[in-house]
């Protein structure tokens, strides 16, 4: 008996809304689900566009460029996130969303060229996002033993969402399809150079 | 393929959207002076009608034009006005901005007025010059507060559906009244700008 797959989305988008809606206090960059340091990791990830569009990003641009890519950055993207975490949470040194911004763009762009890049550049550019943006939450997470789970948490997140964006756009063969792709690559580039400027402006203070 | 492709893409795009549109309320970092996000940026393109009717009439042009401009138009615009509101957020000036939107919307309607089919090359360059301007202009009119990743996001897909908007219906190009109908929509255009650009000079 073949399922029906609209019902396996509808049933992660009712899960993902309830997983919202039932967040209650907030910590400094931190959600807190009441579930525990893991969940409350998984959710922060699930919950913050910076983290949450470049791993989109990355999945589609692996996609794109065929399976073996997706088997090589499906393990190197949280790897190299849980290694940038732990190296945040020792050092905790905060950036701004410079980073953010520039990974957008970055991704974005690798998606609206469609460029064929060597697997070995695209695992670089998986690792390097992934270890800026694991630095970046690992520098907000608190000082004791819940901070490791709550790592462990968007480490997992991460895992997931990339594996599912990813198997979920590898099919899509039709050239309506990955023109439609790279478009929407262009736009998350033309964010994340918003981004990167009012980051910029920011930080330095300038004045339109 | 191409229907299953469809419905994936769609439920991909809500998904994300979903994703996106939902944080702000359960976000926990939120800085006081910030705006709401995602629909503050989303209103900001469409809150004049100067930027409105330039993007349309992009989509317009690019339907007019065929592939690979419907698509390539669409791509440079946001992408380019990415980069004019980048400008205009480092407080770099660019003269004449308001002129510039002006004569956007008149060029660009003039030209599917008049069904100009020029090398696709040129056709982005003139799009992308114009894009500069529109971008620079909401850089620059960003509040201050003003700010993230959801405001840019918001700021761009606005952009987007403006320009799809125009694509759709300048699908009607596949008709003889179709044509007609979108040189008389890139004539109201021209027109529009025309009151705009007197409006600048004044």
Redesign the interface.
């Known amino acids: 008996m073949k399922r029906d797959p609209r019902g396996g989305?509808w049933t992660?988008?009712s899960s993902?809304?309830i997983l919202?809606?039932s967040?209650r206090g907030?910590?400094?960059?931190?959600?807190?689900t009441g579930l525990g340091p893991f969940y409350d990791g998984a959710?922060?990830f699930?919950?913050?566009?910076?983290d949450?569009?470049p791993v989109?990003g990355l999945a589609v641009l692996a996609a794109l460029r065929g399976p073996t890519y997706g088997r090589w950055m499906l393990f190197t993207l949280p790897a190299s996130w849980l290694s940038g975490g732990v190296v945040g949470w020792l050092m905790r040194r905060d950036f701004n969303?410079l980073f953010?911004?520039t990974c957008?763009l970055l991704v974005g762009g690798l998606i609206?060229a469609d460029a064929p890049l060597p697997l070995w550049a695209g695992t670089a550019i998986a690792t390097s996002v992934g270890a800026g943006l694991g630095y970046l939450d690992g520098a907000?997470l608190p000082r004791d033993e819940t901070g490791v789970l709550v790592l462990l948490g968007i480490g997992t997140s991460v895992f997931a969402a990339f594996a599912l964006?990813a198997a979920?756009?590898l099919?899509?063969?039709?050239r309506?399809?990955r023109?439609?792709?790279?478009?929407?690559g262009?736009?998350m580039?033309?964010?994340?150079?918003?981004?990167?400027?009012?980051s910029?402006?920011?930080s330095f203070h300038?004045?339109? | 393929m191409m229907k299953c492709d469809g419905h994936k893409l769609a439920y991909l795009g809500c998904g994300i959207g979903a994703a996106l549109l939902l944080s702000p309320p359960a976000q926990a970092h939120i800085v006081q002076g910030e705006a709401a996000g995602f629909l503050s940026g989303f209103q900001h393109p469409i809150s004049g009608w100067d930027h409105i009717i330039a993007m349309v009439s992009v989509g317009l042009w690019g339907a007019q034009l065929g592939a690979p401009a419907i698509w390539l138009l669409p791509i440079t615009f946001p992408v380019v006005m990415a980069v004019g509101g980048f400008l205009g957020l480092m407080g770099v000036p660019l003269p004449a901005v308001e002129i510039g939107i002006a004569m956007s919307a008149l060029l660009l309607g003039a030209a599917v007025m008049i069904q100009w089919r020029p090398p696709l090359l040129a056709a982005a360059a003139l799009v992308g010059v114009f894009a500069l301007f529109h971008g620079h202009a909401h850089g620059a009119e960003l509040p201050p507060g003003e700010s993230g990743l959801l405001y840019s996001i918001g700021f761009v897909v606005a952009t987007g559906c403006l320009h799809l908007t125009g694509v759709a219906v300048g699908t009607v190009h596949q008709w003889s009244w179709g044509r007609r109908a979108l040189q008389g929509a890139g004539a109201c255009v021209a027109m529009g700008g025309v009151y705009f650009l007197t409006q600048a000079l004044a």
Do not use: C, K, N, Y
């Not at chain 1, 699930?46 to 910076?50: D, G, N, R, S, V």
């Not at chain 1, 023109?179 to 929407?184: E, F, K, N, P, T």
């Not at chain 1, 580039?189 to 009012?198: H, M, N, P, Q, V």
């Open positions: 989305m992660s988008a993902f809304l919202v809606l967040a907030a910590q400094a960059h931190l959600v807190t959710a922060h699930a919950l913050t566009p910076e949450f569009l989109a969303d953010s911004g957008m609206a907000a964006i979920f756009v099919p899509m063969r039709s309506l399809a023109l439609a792709l790279r478009v929407s262009s736009w580039a033309a964010a994340g150079l918003l981004l990167l400027g009012w910029i402006r920011t300038l004045t339109a």
